[in-house]
T-cell receptor, first 119, second 112 residues
């Protein structure tokens, strides 16, 4: 079974430019999450999709960040325009359909992350 | 106030010893608790989860949960150099809220 795939693994852009990060979850995982780790800080929640719907976007920093999951498969996270403080590692994770979560813990499988450096 | 606290370490133990990693959390409504291991530059990998008070064992790993004290720990028996990594404690509040709140992680080094 393929894991959670993220692209690119590393992106270096200048302040003011646009970057789009992509996440391909595990096949059949309805739940998809974006998290971010800024240097020296803990991994923080950004948002949660159930299929193509945004279930919780309370962690999105501001309106420069736009996440989409058209068709309920892969997801993109766009940062436009990028600022210096957006630098960090962006993790995507996925988990089983919601009906399966009720029987136990919500086990997330993470991707390797996309490192974003804004100069 | 930090929601999930971990000692950042580094925690250094000799090979074969028991490594003890600790985590406290502030939300009394938290229901599920997770330990992830992360090697440098790699994805966080689930080691164990626990949601009932007491101990849960899986091979060399034991998770311990004390909800009254808002404390969760991970014990690694017979530590191996390959266990050297950052260990992340994560907590889920429960209900329909599936997001995880992470601690900063504890860097563990197992010396041969």
């Amino acid at each position: 079974e393929a894991g959670v795939t993220q692209f690119p693994s590393h992106s270096v852009i200048e302040k003011g430019q646009t970057v789009t990060l992509r996440c391909d979850p595990i096949s059949g995982h309805d739940n998809l999450y974006w998290y971010r780790r800024v240097m020296g800080k803990e991994i923080k929640f950004l948002l949660h999709f159930v299929k193509e719907s945004k279930q919780d976007e309370s962690g999105m920093p501001n309106n420069r960040f736009l996440a989409e999951r058209t068709g309920g498969t892969y997801s993109t996270l766009k940062v436009q325009p990028a600022e210096l403080e957006d630098s960090g590692v962006y993790f995507c994770a996925s988990s089983q359909p919601t009906w399966a979560l009720r029987s136990g813990a919500n086990v997330l499988t993470f991707g390797a992350g996309s490192r974003l450096t804004v100069l | 106030q930090k929601e999930v606290e971990q000692n950042s370490g580094p925690l250094s133990v000799p090979e074969g010893a028991i490594a003890s990693l600790n985590c406290t959390y502030s939300d009394r409504g938290s229901q599920s608790f997770f330990w992830y291991r992360q090697y440098s530059g790699k994805s966080p990998e689930l080691i164990m989860f626990i949601y009932s008070n007491g101990d849960k064992e899986d091979g060399r790993f034991t998770a311990q949960l004390n909800k009254a004290s808002q404390y969760v720990s991970l014990l690694i028996r017979d530590s191996q150099p390959s266990d050297s990594a950052t260990y992340l404690c994560a907590v889920r509040s429960g209900g329909s809220n599936y997001k995880l709140t992470f601690g900063k992680g504890t860097l563990l080094t197992v010396n041969p």
